[in-house]
């Protein structure tokens, strides 16, 4: 795919796929990643995927980023100009129940994401935080000058 390749990560959340979908637009190749874990509706999902893969320039992988040897097959077959992860295991209050999958999903997935990259040059990284480290804080809109010190 070259240097107009993007990799999008949780390319079948809202933000990945619209992004994916302007992406495709503007004339990138994408390459989409995507669990399909059900914290949200799956349904929606594949609809939203279905839709990209309308386009030639997509393609899907579906995999979790804590999938080392997955996120390495993918960085093997392509060189990407940029990578966008957005994929996480959403939901504050599953992470109280769930702590493991939080640790898989958002750090080492991220370890993964991040080691891929360095090893075979991604152009740039791109990576999406959380509203929750806003916590507390009432004050709308949120900025990065902010207080995060009352977290969720």
Known sequence: MGHHSILVTGCAGFIGFHLSM??????????GLDNLND???VSLKQSRLSLLEKDAGFRFVYASLEDKKAVEGI???DSFHAVINLAAQAGVRYSLTNPYAYIDSNILGFLNILEACRHHGAGHLIFASS???YGANRKMP?????N???AN
């Open 148 to 150: 995060v010190d009352h």
């Open 22 to 31: 302007r992406l495709l637009k503007d004339g990138y190749q994408v390459v």
């Open 39 to 41: 914290y949200y509706d």
């Open 131 to 133: 509203s929750s480290v």
């Open 75 to 77: 960085f093997c077959g």
């Open 142 to 146: 949120f900025s990065v000058h902010d």
